[in-house]
């Protein structure tokens, strides 16, 4: 609080960092993050049309993203039968226990992504993607993945949720069970309507939106 306190302005990216500073005296902005709408784009891929969801996970596999929650919700969908596959995209320290997690479900890791264009490729060649941690502070992935005209399920707090509204992806209880939920959920509406409210999302949070209102701030904080 007292370090809150000592600065002109605290910016924050979401509302869920926001309250974090609660009942301090800083003088708390919101300035959300943008993503790069032009590398970003549903042009690079195509869902397969193969009756099987195709499903991702696009970052670390480390426990501050949850990522088990995600493999467990794929196993989850699996016992249910419901015909999905997940690809997992990156590494990490939880990897090895990922794939024990995974059992014989269809869970694909194919390793680190190295460029930005390939990682939107690997979005909007899924259905939806996966971003699920109740503990993002914002969720630069599901931006990336909106803006690839992918659809997202995300959990029903943190960051990320503020992100993702109901015309362009599902949200739900940050258990295996509720992400399965949503997914059978989503699955019933893919097609091309969703695809496109996932990319009309993205475009309100252009990077340009973002420097113009850090700018407009500094501006504010100068004249005082």
């Known amino acids: 609080g007292r370090l809150a306190a000592a600065y002109g302005r605290v910016v924050v990216t979401s509302e869920y960092s926001a309250g974090e500073f609660a009942g301090t005296e800083g003088d708390v902005r919101l300035v959300p993050l943008g993503v790069d709408l032009d590398t970003f784009n549903p042009q690079l891929g195509t869902p397969p049309a193969d009756g099987v969801t195709h499903i991702c996970y696009v970052g670390r596999m480390s426990h501050e993203k949850d990522p088990q929650l995600g493999v467990a919700a794929a196993v989850e969908l699996h016992r249910r039968g419901v015909p999905v596959q997940l690809h997992m995209y990156g590494t990490g320290a939880d990897e090895d226990e990922l794939r024990l997690l ?10 680190f992504v190295a460029g930005r264009p390939e990682v939107s490729a690997c979005f909007a060649g899924c259905h939806l993607s996966y971003s699920v941690s109740p503990h ?47 997914t059978e959920r989503l699955i019933g509406r893919l097609g091309p309507e969703i695809r496109s409210a996932a990319r009309r999302r993205a475009e309100s949070y252009s990077w340009a939106n973002s420097v113009d209102a850090m700018l407009a701030l500094h501006e504010e904080v100068a004249t005082r």
């Open 102 to 111: 995974a059992g014989d479900a269809p869970v694909i890791f194919h390793g």
């Open 136 to 182: 993002e502070t914002f969720g630069l992935a599901v931006l990336e993945a909106l803006a690839s005209g992918t659809p997202v399920i995300t959990a029903d707090q943190g960051g990320a949720r503020e992100l993702v509204t109901a015309d362009c992806g599902e949200y739900a209880v940050p258990t295996p069970e509720g992400i399965a939920d949503a």
